[in-house]
């Protein structure tokens, strides 16, 4: 008998949907990336024609990179698209293959929590408003002296780091749902991919 198995479909449709439009929203920002680097490449070429460089342009691709990977993260793990080694399970069992699975998205589950709980405590370090008894109560520290900025841009890191806490959270939110499809899996005796 398997746990909450319509329950677990109907969030799996909810998870899957809010995974995807976060893993689009990344694509964008990549391709945002991959044109402000062209255009930026194109003005360092032709500085002899009045032409000139992006100003950040490297920063730009720092924040960006990361809000990407944290905007992917999410959607490959609902999708199960992280690496595997199937030569070492191809031969076993499907419940064993299940179990395997569920071991393996219960660990992840628990690396995402990490993640998740090591971003935040950064994002209160950098994070420059609420009053001493809020923050505690969130767990995000002293308030910071000043803003932490980039260097060229003075970009407020603190924009970055909750942009990727979005995509932190989905991914622990993914993570313990994948673990709970695991574990149905494990019931039924087989893997089922929708």
Same mark, same amino acid.
């Given at each position: 008998? %398997?746990?909450?198995?319509?329950?677990?479909?109907?969030?799996?449709? @909810? $998870?899957?949907?809010?995974? @995807?439009?976060?893993?689009?929203?990344? =694509?964008?920002?990549? #391709? !945002?990336? !991959?044109? +402000?680097?062209?255009?930026?490449?194109?003005?360092?070429?032709?500085?002899?024609?009045?032409?000139?460089?992006?100003? *950040?342009?490297?920063?730009?691709?720092?924040? *960006?990179?990361?809000?990407?990977?944290?905007?992917?993260?999410?959607?490959?793990?609902?999708?199960? *698209?992280?690496?595997?080694?199937?030569?070492?399970?191809?031969?076993?069992?499907?419940?064993? @293959?299940?179990? /395997?699975?569920?071991?393996?998205?219960?660990? /992840?589950?628990?690396?995402?929590?990490?993640? /998740?709980?090591?971003?935040?405590?950064?994002?209160?370090?950098?994070?420059?408003?609420? *009053?001493?008894?809020?923050?505690?109560?969130? =767990? +995000?520290? %002293?308030?910071?002296?000043? #803003?932490? %900025? %980039?260097?060229?841009?003075?970009?407020?890191?603190?924009?970055?780091?909750?942009?990727?806490?979005?995509?932190? $959270?989905?991914?622990?939110?993914?993570? !313990?749902?994948?673990?709970?499809?695991?574990?149905?899996?494990?019931?039924?005796?087989?893997?089922?991919?929708?």
């Amino acid at each position: 008998m %398997t746990i909450a198995k319509q329950a677990q479909l109907r969030v799996g449709r @909810k $998870l899957e949907a809010a995974t @995807k439009w976060l893993a689009y929203a990344g =694509g964008a920002v990549l #391709v !945002a990336m !991959a044109v +402000m680097t062209v255009v930026s490449i194109i003005g360092r070429a032709l500085i002899p024609l009045g032409l000139r460089p992006l100003k *950040g342009d490297f920063e730009m691709v720092e924040v *960006g990179c990361a809000i990407a990977i944290f905007a992917f993260l999410p959607w490959c793990q609902i999708r199960r *698209g992280h690496v595997t080694v199937d030569i070492f399970t191809s031969g076993l069992p499907e419940r064993m @293959k299940a179990f /395997l699975g569920l071991v393996g998205d219960s660990l /992840l589950a628990v690396a995402s929590y990490v993640i /998740l709980w090591r971003l935040w405590l950064g994002f209160g370090e950098k994070f420059p408003y609420g *009053g001493d008894g809020i923050r505690s109560f969130f =767990g +995000m520290g %002293t308030k910071p002296f000043f #803003v932490e %900025t %980039t260097y060229e841009l003075e970009i407020a890191i603190w924009i970055p780091y909750a942009a990727c806490l979005l995509g932190a $959270l989905l991914f622990f939110l993914v993570s !313990a749902y994948s673990a709970w499809r695991a574990l149905n899996w494990v019931i039924e005796g087989r893997e089922e991919m929708i």
